[in-house]
C-alpha cells in the first residue's frame, strides 16, 4: 500500500487550511479551491472517494465531534424546527429536486432522479459547523442549522436506499420506504440510548486518563457500526451517544477532559481539512465518465439542478418558519418570534459536502438484469456540481449577507458580567467548603498552606471581574492581560533555568520532563484564570 498520497492528502490539507485562518476566505471554501486546482497537476495521484471509507469511517467521528460541541438543552428547546429541516425538507427536496431533475435532464427516469434528489438534500454537518463557527451567527441560527446538519444525514441516506432499490429493480413501494425510514430512526435511536449509559459509566470509571481518551476515540465507530449492523441508522446512534456524553463531560475526570479537547480538536481539524479537500480533488474523477453530456448542455444542467436546490430551500423553510405560528398558540408561547432575517439566514446556509459526494459514489454500476445504472455519471456530475456550487456561491456570500442584515452582536460585557456572577457564587460555596474542610483535624494545614488557598480563590473569582476593568493607558492592557503576560514571562524564565541546568547533566531528562510537565500545568491553569 502506497501511504504516499495519504500523507500528501493530510499535509497539504493541514497547510491550507491553517493558511486560510490569516485570510477573511472561510478554509473550507480554500480547501475545495486548492483542490480543483491541483486536480489537474501533472502527477498528482487520483483521489476517488471511497463511500465504504467516508461513511463508516469520516462521518462518524465528524458527527461526534460535532454533536459534543452542540449543546443537549439548546437544542431541545429548537426541536420542532430542527425536525422540520431534518426530516420534512430533506424528504421535501428528495421529491422537488428529484422531479426538476426528471424534467430539466433528457433521458434520466424518475427512479434516478429520485437517487440524485436524496443525494443532495442533506446540507453538511461538517460544512455548516465550519462556516458557522467563521461567520459568528446568531446562537438560536446556529443551533437550529447545527442540529439539522447532525440529524439530516439519517433522513437522506434512508431516503437514497428507497430511491436506490425502486432505481434498480427491487420493488420498492411507498409502505416499504415508510417502514424502512422508521426502523432506521426508532433503531438509530434506540442503539444511541442503550450505548450511552455503558459507555458513559466506562468513561466515569475508568482511572487512567490514556484508557479514556482511547475509549473516547472508538465510540463514534462503534456506536455507528452496532447501529449499522441491526440496519438502523448509524448517525442518529453517534448523535444520540454523544449529545449524551457531552452533556454530561463535567462528570469525567478533569485530566481526560483536558486531553480529550486536545485530542479532538486536532482529529476534527485533519478531517474536516482533508475532507474539503477531496471534495474538489473529485473533478478529474467526475468528468472522466460523463460522457455523452458535454459542454453546454452539461453546463445548463448543473446551473439549472443548483438553482432549483437553493429555492428549493427557501421554498420549504419560510412557511416552516411562520406557518406553524399562526396555526398554533402553543408555539407562539413556548417559541420565541422568528424573524425574516432570521429565515433568510436559514434558506441561505444550505451548504452540501462530502456525505452527498459518498453517497453518489456508492450508487452501483448495474441495476437488477445487468445492464447499466441509468445516468449514473450524470447523476455524479450532477451532484458534484451542486456541491461545489453551494460551498462556493452561499458560502463566499453568507458573511456578506449576515453583515448586510445587520443582526444583533452579542453582548459581551453581558455575558462576562453573567460569568462573573457565577463564578462568585461558585467560590463562595467553595470558600464554605474550605472553612468546613479546615475545621476538621484531620484537614489541618500550615497556615502558609491554608492563606494559599484561599489565595487561588481569590484570584479565580477575581479575574472575570478584572476583564470589565480600564486598560492600562500605558501598554492598553487589560488587568487581566497582564497577569497572563507576567505569568507566562516568569514561567518562562524557570524553564530556560531546568533546560540549562538539563545541558549541564545536572538533571536528567526524565526529570526535566517531570518539570516541564508542571510548568506546563501551571501556565494551563494561569492562561484558564485569566481566559
Not at 446568531?138 to 437522506?156: F, K, M, V
Not at 463514534?220 to 449529545?243: C, D, I, N, R, T
Not at 477575581?462 to 503576560?485: K, S
Request: charged residues 15%.
Amino acid at each position: 500500500m502506497d501511504v504516499m498520497p495519504l500523507l500528501l492528502l493530510v499535509a497539504g490539507s493541514a497547510a491550507i487550511a491553517g493558511a486560510a485562518r490569516r485570510t477573511p476566505v472561510p478554509a473550507p471554501l480554500l480547501l475545495v479551491a486548492a483542490g480543483l486546482l491541483v486536480s489537474y497537476v501533472p502527477g498528482v495521484p487520483d483521489y476517488t472517494l471511497d463511500p465504504d471509507v467516508v461513511l463508516p469511517l469520516l462521518l462518524p467521528p465528524l458527527l461526534y465531534t460535532s454533536a459534543t460541541d452542540s449543546s443537549y438543552l439548546d437544542l431541545r428547546a429548537q426541536l420542532r424546527p430542527v425536525a422540520l429541516l431534518s426530516v420534512g425538507y430533506v424528504l421535501f427536496a428528495t421529491f422537488v429536486v428529484g422531479w426538476a431533475v426528471y424534467r430539466i435532464v433528457p433521458g434520466i427516469p424518475l427512479p434516478a432522479a429520485l437517487v440524485l434528489g436524496a443525494v443532495v438534500a442533506p446540507p453538511d454537518a461538517v460544512a455548516a459547523t465550519a462556516v458557522a463557527r467563521r461567520v459568528g451567527l446568531p446562537s438560536r441560527i446556529t443551533t437550529i442549522l447545527q442540529g439539522e446538519s447532525l440529524l439530516n444525514d439519517a433522513t437522506a441516506i434512508t431516503a437514497y436506499k428507497v430511491a436506490l432499490a425502486a432505481a434498480v429493480g427491487e420493488g420498492a413501494t411507498w409502505m416499504g420506504g415508510v417502514g424502512e425510514f422508521l426502523l432506521a430512526a426508532v433503531g438509530g435511536v434506540g442503539v444511541g440510548l442503550v450505548l450511552m449509559v455503558p459507555i458513559h459509566w466506562l468513561r466515569t470509571h475508568l482511572r487512567e486518563p490514556l484508557l479514556q481518551n482511547t475509549l473516547s476515540l472508538l465510540i463514534p465507530f462503534v456506536a455507528y457500526g452496532v447501529a449499522e449492523q441491526l440496519h438502523a441508522s448509524g448517525v442518529l446512534a453517534v448523535v444520540v451517544v454523544a449529545l449524551h456524553l457531552g452533556h454530561r463531560a463535567w462528570e469525567v475526570d478533569f485530566a481526560t477532559r483536558l486531553q480529550e479537547e486536545a485530542v479532538w480538536k486536532m482529529v476534527a481539524f485533519v478531517l474536516e481539512s482533508a475532507v474539503f479537500a477531496l471534495i474538489g480533488l473529485q473533478l478529474p474523477v467526475v468528468l472522466k465518465g460523463l460522457g455523452a453530456y458535454q459542454g453546454a448542455d452539461a453546463a445548463w444542467y448543473a446551473v439549472a439542478v443548483f438553482l432549483v436546490v437553493v429555492v428549493t430551500r427557501f421554498v420549504w423553510v419560510y412557511p416552516a418558519t411562520f406557518l406553524p405560528r399562526l396555526a398554533s398558540s402553543r408555539i407562539r408561547e413556548r417559541e420565541a418570534n422568528p424573524t425574516w432575517k432570521g429565515a433568510m439566514v436559514t434558506s441561505w446556509a444550505g451548504m452540501r459536502g462530502v456525505v452527498s459526494l459518498a453517497i453518489a459514489f456508492s450508487i452501483p454500476q448495474t441495476v437488477h438484469g445487468g445492464g447499466p445504472f441509468p445516468q449514473r455519471n450524470m447523476v455524479l456530475f450532477l451532484t458534484f456540481t451542486t456541491v461545489i456550487g453551494t460551498l462556493v456561491v452561499q458560502g463566499l456570500t453568507l458573511p456578506p449577507l449576515i453583515r448586510l442584515l445587520k443582526f444583533p452582536g452579542r453582548d459581551a460585557q453581558a455575558e462576562t458580567l453573567a460569568e462573573a456572577n457565577a463564578q462568585a457564587q461558585a467560590s463562595r460555596v467553595a470558600e464554605q467548603r474550605l472553612d468546613e474542610l479546615l475545621s476538621d483535624e484531620r484537614n489541618s494545614l500550615p497556615p502558609p498552606l491554608a492563606d494559599r488557598l484561599r489565595m487561588v480563590l481569590e484570584r479565580r473569582r477575581n479575574a472575570v471581574w478584572e476583564r470589565l476593568g480600564a486598560v492600562n493607558p500605558v501598554t492598553g492592557e487589560t488587568v487581566d492581560d497582564t497577569y497572563r503576560r507576567l505569568s507566562r514571562d516568569m514561567i518562562s524564565a524557570e524553564r530556560d533555568v531546568f533546560v540549562r541546568l538539563r545541558d549541564h547533566r545536572y538533571i536528567d531528562d526524565e526529570m526535566l520532563r517531570t518539570l516541564l510537565r508542571r510548568l506546563d500545568l501551571e501556565e494551563a491553569a494561569a492562561y484558564r484564570e485569566a481566559a
